[in-house]
């Protein structure tokens, strides 16, 4: 069996969008903004850090 790595999230989606729409929508920042998060930093390679932030004011539900 696989060890799994303890600070890891994992969640798998079957998403109906071609794969390089799909590609850019988690990749870039400015599309993650458009419907998820306020903000977001991505450095896209492995290892790097995401930083994803809502605002509470903006989402007082969330």
């Not at 600070?7 to 998820?36: C, D, G, R, Y």
């Not at 896209?44 to 809502?54: A, E, F, Q, W, Y």
Request: glycine content about 4%; overall charge positive; aromatic content about 6%.
């Amino acid at each position: 069996m696989k060890k799994r790595q303890q600070n890891a999230i994992s969640k798998a989606k079957i998403i109906q969008a071609p794969p390089n729409v799909v590609f850019n929508a988690l990749s870039q920042p400015e599309k993650i903004t458009e419907w998820f998060q306020d903000e977001a930093t991505l450095d896209n390679r492995v290892g790097g850090k995401i930083s994803l932030v809502t605002r509470k004011e903006i989402h007082p539900d969330w």
